[in-house]
Each structure stands twice: as C-alpha cells, then as structure tokens.
C-alpha cells in the first residue's frame, strides 16, 4: 500500500537544521522530523504496521536505536561512524525518497521483481530456467522456478507470524539456503551424521536418532519417522508434535510427518520455527552474529559457509537495489523541480 498523501507531502518538504545522533544538537523538531521519516519509510517500504520510533521529538535510546535499525537494514550496519543523521546526507535523503519512490512505484505485496532478485541472489538454485524446445525453430521458453512457486507462501507465512521485516525475511531465505539449497521442502538423506554402519548395512537409515531424547523419540522407527523435512528440516517427534499444535494442525504431523513437506504446511513450519526463536535471532542479528544467529537455527555450524554467504548476499543486494531506485527518484524529482522553475 503506498503512502498517504500527508506523509508524502511531509516527505517532499522534510528538513532538518542540525545533526540528530549522540552528543549532536537533536533539536527537538529535527529529532521529529527524523522520527517520522524512519516510521514513513518503514511503513512504505518493509509496510511495518507500527511505528519503529515513538514520535515525541525527544531524542532517546529508542531514537537511536530506530537509527541503527536504518544502517543496520540497508547500510551494512554503518552509515556514519558517529550514527548520526545530518542535513541532506546520505542516510536522511535515503529516507526521505525511498518514501517518495514507494508512492511514486508501489510493490507487488506477494511477488515483487525485487522480492524474486533478492531470493534468486540468496538462494540461486531456485530461479527459473530457460528450456529449449525440441522444435529447433521454436525459442526457449522460461520455466518457473522454485522460487516461483514457493516463495509466495513462504511470505505469507512469516507475514502471518509478525515476521515480515527485512532481518527475518532475510533470515528465512538464508536457512533454506543452507537446509534446502533447492527451494522447496524435502526429506533429509541418509548421512553418516543421521545414520551408523550398521544402519547402511542393516538398510535401516536414521538408526542415530532413534533414540536420540533430546528430540523427544521412542526407539525406532522414530528415526526414520520423524527424520528432517520442509524448507527448515524439522527433526525429532518432539519438534514435530510442538509445531503441528502451534500451526493449528493437532497432533497430524506426528499422525502423518510426510505432511511436513506439503508446501504451504512447510512454508508455517518455517515462519513458526523462527517465531520460536525470535528474539534469539534477532539479538544475534543485531549483533552481526551470524553464526549465533545459524546455531539457533541449526544446533550447530552445519550449513554456516551457506548460510552466511546467503545472508550477506541478501544485505548486499537490498541495499544497492533501493540506493539504486533512489538515486533515480533524487534525479527525477531534481529535473522535474528544475523544469518547474524555468517555467
């Protein structure tokens, strides 16, 4: 949904005298000023249903904090090394147009080509495929990928968790990067980390984690039943009963844990499992924690050359793709004035 006309408005005309940061001015109308371009931006972009900052004009931790959550989300954690927001630099022209350009060019909620870019950088096996026809004569044709098909519901899902926001999204993209590079939910495999020798031998598969009571099971075949599945490779009958009940399924996943990998089933499994563990993640994000922010996931450093390549892929990618989009607003919205004034 694109901004109201009174925020754009107040995004066009937005100044600020002095700098807002620690030990800077922070005049109390630059301070509100600076607060309700964070809260505009967030509502327009990310679409954040409550404000970021409190709009009191009181500069505060809460104030800084909303601050760092800008460099954090779109400026590799750094914009200034004062973290501070001056006259018309960076940081606060970025936020003053990327208001502009979300009214002037608002995004597909669902599937935006942005939202695709970033998917497809993060987790690349997913993209679409050109195919050639048999027909020599006939041009390829695209295929769509499983990026396409899933990642729809995988948005929804975290929408529907309160995890729409542009760490946990980024979050999600980088797990299934390193639990299932294909993007789309599967079994687990057979490995020498699920299963022993005598597991190969005998043909019994998950033999080590059979009895394995951290993730809650009975003996075999609670191994082989309740083995990793989905895009988040939930694992252990423990697991899989806790989030059948918190996703509204009853007990069906202990019933039938093939569910597991029913694409919208798994698309909730992921979005609940993080939501589980948000504010571990979250802090270890803040932090620039990435392998914290893996184990939580994980339980260890499985899959962490992946994920971190993903994740900071993923950052990368967002931050240039708005610079870019801003940059072309700054100088549409600069012609446009100059041509305005020759008139």
Do not use: W
């Amino acid at each position: 949904m694109p901004p109201n006309t009174n925020l754009l408005v107040q995004a066009q005309n937005a100044s600020i005298s002095a700098a807002v940061g620690p030990n800077q001015p922070n005049k109390p109308q630059d301070v509100l000023t600076v607060q309700r371009l964070i809260n505009g931006f967030y509502s327009s972009v990310q679409h954040l249903p409550s404000p970021v900052v409190a709009e009191t004009g009181n500069y505060d931790v809460k104030t800084q904090d909303a601050i760092s959550k800008v460099e954090r989300d779109y400026f590799y954690g750094v914009a200034d090394p004062l973290h501070r927001i001056e006259p018309n630099n960076e940081v606060f022209e970025f936020l003053r147009h990327g208001i502009i350009e979300a009214h002037a060019n608002p995004l597909d909620p669902q599937l935006s080509h942005e939202m695709y870019q970033l998917a497809a950088i993060m987790v690349p096996l997913g993209v679409d495929k050109l195919v050639k026809t048999s027909d020599p004569n006939s041009p390829p044709h695209n295929q769509p990928g499983n990026i396409r098909t899933y990642l729809p519901g995988i948005l929804r899902a975290l929408d529907s968790k309160g995890l729409g926001d542009v760490d946990m999204v980024l979050m999600a993209l980088a797990t299934i990067r390193a639990e299932s590079s294909g993007f789309k939910p599967l079994d687990e495999k057979p490995s020498s980390l699920n299963t022993s020798q005598a597991g190969f031998k005998t043909k019994h598969p998950f033999d080590r984690y059979d009895n394995r009571s951290i993730l809650g099971n009975r003996g075999a075949p609670d191994g082989a039943s309740f083995k990793g599945r989905g895009f988040v490779q939930l694992t252990g009958r423990s697991n899989y009963r806790q989030i059948s009940k918190q996703i509204g399924l009853g007990d069906l996943l202990v019933k039938k844990p093939y569910k597991a990998n029913d694409p919208d089933i798994a698309a909730l499994i992921l979005a609940q499992f993080l939501k589980n563990h948000e504010q571990q993640v979250r802090n270890a994000l803040k932090r620039c924690d990435l392998i914290h922010a893996r184990r939580v996931v994980n339980g260890g450093s499985y899959g962490l050359f992946d994920f971190r390549m993903a994740y900071n892929a993923g950052r990368q990618y967002l931050h240039m793709s708005l610079v870019t989009r801003i940059r072309r607003s700054t100088k549409r919205i600069s012609s446009i004035s100059k041509a305005g004034g020759a008139k």
